[in-house]
T-cell receptor, first 116, second 115 residues
Framework: AQTVTQSQPEMSVQEAETVTLSCTYDTSESDYYLFWYKQPPSRQMILVIR??????QNATENRFSVNFQKAAKSFSLKISDSQLGDAAMYFCAYRSAGRGTYKYIFGTGTRLKVLA | KAGVTQTPRYLIKTRGQQVTLSCSPI?????VSWYQQTPGQGLQFLFE???????NKGNFPGRFSGRQFSNSRSEMNVSTLELGDSALYLC??????????????FGPGTRLTVL
C-alpha cells in the first residue's frame, strides 16, 4: 500500500530565509503524481506545486521548488525568500496515475511558522 | 469566477443522527471530490464524482455516501453519526477530474461536530 510520510510536524524559518520541508513516500508504481498543498490558517487549501513522476526535471513555481528523487522516493519542498504569508500547514500528497481506480494519499502535514 | 462554496460552514449533530453537506463547484467544473480532515488521521480522500457518477472512492465505511447533480453540485451524506466523524469536510472541484492531470480548487470546508 502507498504511504506518504512528513516527518517534520513543525518548522520555523526567519523571514527572507530558505526552508525545506521533507516528504517521503512508498509505492510500487512507476507512474504517479506528487503534490504540495498549502493550507493557511482559516483559509482554503491551495495547490503549491506538482510533479509528474516520469519527469526528471524538478518542478518550480516562483519561490517554490521541489527536489524530486524518484529512486529514494523523496519529494521535498524548498521555499526561498520566505514571507509572512507563507505561514501555513503544508501537505504532501501522492496520487497514482491510473485512469480507473486510483489512490490519493496525503501526509500528516508540516506546520510552517515564519518569524519576522 | 466564484470559488468553491460549501454549506453549511458549521454543523453540530448528535450521535446516531445523519447529516448532509453540500458543495457547489466552480462554474464549468465537472468533478467534485470530498475529503475528511481530522487532527488524528490528517487529510483523507473520501470520493470523487464526475458527471454524476462516482469515479473513485477512498477507504471509508458505507455510512459515507455522496451524489452529484446534473449542475455538478454535490452532496455528501453521513448516516448514523459517530463521535469520530467530527472533522473538517473539504470539497474540491476540478475541470476534468482527478484521473487526469488537473488542478483542484478547494472550498472553505464544513466543520462537523458530533456530540
Amino acid at each position: 500500500a502507498q504511504t506518504v510520510t512528513q516527518s517534520q510536524p513543525e518548522m520555523s524559518v526567519q523571514e527572507a530565509e530558505t526552508v525545506t520541508l521533507s516528504c517521503t513516500y512508498d509505492t510500487s508504481e512507476s507512474d504517479y503524481y506528487l503534490f504540495w498543498y498549502k493550507q493557511p490558517p482559516s483559509r482554503q487549501m491551495i495547490l503549491v506545486i506538482r510533479q509528474e513522476a516520469y519527469k526528471q526535471q524538478n518542478a518550480t513555481e516562483n519561490r517554490f521548488s521541489v527536489n524530486f528523487q524518484k529512486a529514494a522516493k523523496s519529494f521535498s519542498l524548498k521555499i526561498s525568500d520566505s514571507q509572512l504569508g507563507d505561514a501555513a500547514m503544508y501537505f504532501c500528497a501522492y496520487r497514482s496515475a491510473g485512469r480507473g481506480t486510483y489512490k490519493y494519499i496525503f501526509g500528516t502535514g508540516t506546520r510552517l511558522k515564519v518569524l519576522a | 469566477k466564484a470559488g468553491v462554496t460549501q454549506t453549511p460552514r458549521y454543523l453540530i449533530k448528535t450521535r446516531g443522527q445523519q447529516v448532509t453537506l453540500s458543495c457547489s463547484p466552480i462554474s464549468g467544473h465537472r468533478s467534485v471530490s470530498w475529503y475528511q480532515q481530522t487532527p488524528g488521521q490528517g487529510l483523507q480522500f473520501l470520493f470523487e464524482y464526475f458527471s454524476e457518477t462516482q469515479r473513485n472512492k477512498g477507504n471509508f465505511p458505507g455510512r459515507f455516501s455522496g451524489r452529484q447533480f446534473s449542475n455538478s453540485r454535490s452532496e455528501m451524506n453521513v448516516s448514523t453519526l459517530e463521535l469520530g466523524d467530527s472533522a473538517l469536510y473539504l470539497c474540491a472541484s476540478s475541470l476534468l477530474g482527478l484521473a487526469g492531470y488537473n488542478e483542484q480548487f478547494f472550498g472553505p470546508g464544513t466543520r462537523l461536530t458530533v456530540l
